[in-house]
């Protein structure tokens, strides 16, 4: 028995919890988490995206204060209380002597990139951005750990199998282990790694979803220099450019400015990510150019999609990609010896050297070639021969599940929250949503 059982104990998960132990003191509290703790995970394999910290656990720890970028809450809560939530965990965050640094765009240089980036055919999206850095993030999620451990039960390597219901309100929720876990209330957080999970349980509930488009494509790795100009003002930029050819929205997306490109398991797929730490540097930068697949009928599996093409690649490659620009444009294969001679010496060292055109669809190869050739406009050296493209870059999004202003479903006391309800696709917004539900569970018990 509980009073909430939280699946997932990743920054949503967290952030619930910590939300309802900070305002209850009689509350019974109980996570389920799949994976490990936080000082027993390590940052390969599956272990890089479950266990205490989620997905955020190894990420770049940026936390970009925008309404406009890494969710959809806004469409559920006012600009107004939106920011005031955003400031809110940003402060959470900083109160655990890691600052990191604040990065905004003053007027003069913003306007100034802005100009630059429209004469190019792109349009300049400023943020405001907080990098914590790697390291850093592990340590916070860490102390945020140790400060939970008394007031909250953790179940480790525990898996939720079914949400469980009773009419028209949840009573909690079977384990795989064969326990059952009663509640009044449950909040599911489990992340991108488990929105197959968080599908079924929504189908099986009969709870309304709708598709999240697939944002595919590759990871571009370049010397830091290059884009030098853009991020010493600010650490991420982002543009979104619209392909001449197919008319498609493609962006550039999470900048590691003297990063590092990483692999990353998802179920049995190998796909890239980049991240970059606070205290160590690499000569490189590296930045993901996505576009957004999203389909009509009768297709509804945007991400068995992106699960094929990212598997089509790692069966060619027998795991991750990466091509030289200068090889994809001439229309040959990167083999080791031409990889030697590439003037970007890639981060990501068990990358096989080989082909893209072979595994992205036309339309999306088109359109990333297309952008890398505006950004040279403002960034002289993107379009290099030796820029590094790593393959295949995909985010699947969940399922956007219906929910109320407080993040709850159809089901009374059934919560969804984090990039697991499809309505957030970072750190920040994702700890928000926590916090969101969490207030409300504490509303009903007042
Ligand atoms: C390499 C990398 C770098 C990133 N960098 C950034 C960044 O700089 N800035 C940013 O904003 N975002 C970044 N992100 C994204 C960010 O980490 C995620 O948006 C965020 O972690 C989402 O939080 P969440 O709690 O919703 O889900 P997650 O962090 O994915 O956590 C979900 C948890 O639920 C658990 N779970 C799932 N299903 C079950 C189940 N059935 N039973 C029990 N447990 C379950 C999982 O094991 C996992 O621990 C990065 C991600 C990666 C991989």
């Not at 509980?2 to 900070?22: M, N, S, T």
């Not at 991020?231 to 590092?260: I, L």
Request: aromatic content about 6%; charged content about 25%; proline content about 4%.
């Amino acid at each position: 028995m509980a009073d909430v059982v939280i699946i997932g104990a990743g920054p949503a998960g967290i952030f619930a919890a910590q939300e309802l132990a900070k305002h209850s003191d009689g509350l019974d509290i109980v996570i389920v988490e799949q994976g490990k703790d936080i000082t027993e995970r390590s940052r390969t394999g599956r272990d890089m995206l479950i266990g205490w910290g989620g997905a955020g656990a190894y990420s770049d720890g940026k936390l970009t204060i925008s309404t406009d970028v890494g969710g959809q809450l806004s469409s559920l809560l006012n600009e107004d209380e939106l920011m005031g939530l955003l400031e809110e965990v940003d402060g959470i965050y900083t109160s655990h002597d890691f600052s990191g640094g604040l990065y905004s765009v003053e007027p003069d240089d913003a306007a100034r990139i802005s100009a630059r980036a429209k004469l190019a055919g792109l349009i300049y999206v400023p943020t405001k951005v907080r990098h914590i850095g790697t390291e850093n993030c592990h340590t916070i999620l860490k102390r945020m750990r140790d400060e939970l451990s008394s007031r909250v039960r953790v179940k480790f390597n525990t898996r939720a199998k079914d949400i469980l219901k009773d009419g028209d309100r949840v009573t909690g929720v079977s384990l795989e282990d064969g326990t059952l876990v009663e509640a009044r209330f449950v909040i599911a957080a489990p992340g991108r790694v488990g929105s197959s999970w968080m599908s079924e349980q929504a189908k099986r509930l009969g709870l309304q979803m709708h598709p999240n488009p697939v944002d595919l494509g590759v990871r571009v790795e370049l010397p830091a220099v290059v884009m030098e100009d853009l991020t010493s003002k600010a650490y991420e930029t982002k543009f979104v450019y619209y392909s001449p050819t197919f008319d498609d929205r493609v962006r550039t997306f999470c900048m590691n400015p003297y990063g590092e490109v990483v692999r990353e398991t998802v179920g049995d797929i190998l796909t890239v990510n980049g991240h970059s730490w606070a205290r160590t540097r690499t000569e490189n930068t590296n930045f993901a150019i996505l576009v957004s697949a999203d389909f009509t009928e009768p297709f509804d599996d945007p991400i068995g999609y992106g699960q094929s093409v990212a598997r089509l690649a790692n069966m060619l490659g027998k795991g991750v990609i990466v091509q030289r620009l200068g090889d994809l444009q001439a229309g040959r294969r990167t083999n080791p010896s031409r990889l030697l001679r590439s003037l970007t010496r890639p981060t990501l060292k068990n990358a096989t050297p080989g082909d893209l055109s072979y595994c992205l669809p036309y339309r999306i190869l088109t359109d990333i070639m297309e952008m890398l050739a505006s950004l040279d406009a403002i960034a002289p050296g993107v379009n290099s021969a030796h820029t590094l493209l790593y393959g295949i870059e995909v985010k699947f999004y969940s399922n956007r599940i219906d929910l109320d202003r407080n993040l709850q479903t159809e089901l009374q006391g059934l919560y969804v929250i984090g990039d697991g309800a499809g309505i957030t696709r970072g750190l920040i917004q994702a700890s928000c949503s926590g916090i969101v539900a969490a207030r409300s569970v504490l509303n009903h018990c007042r």
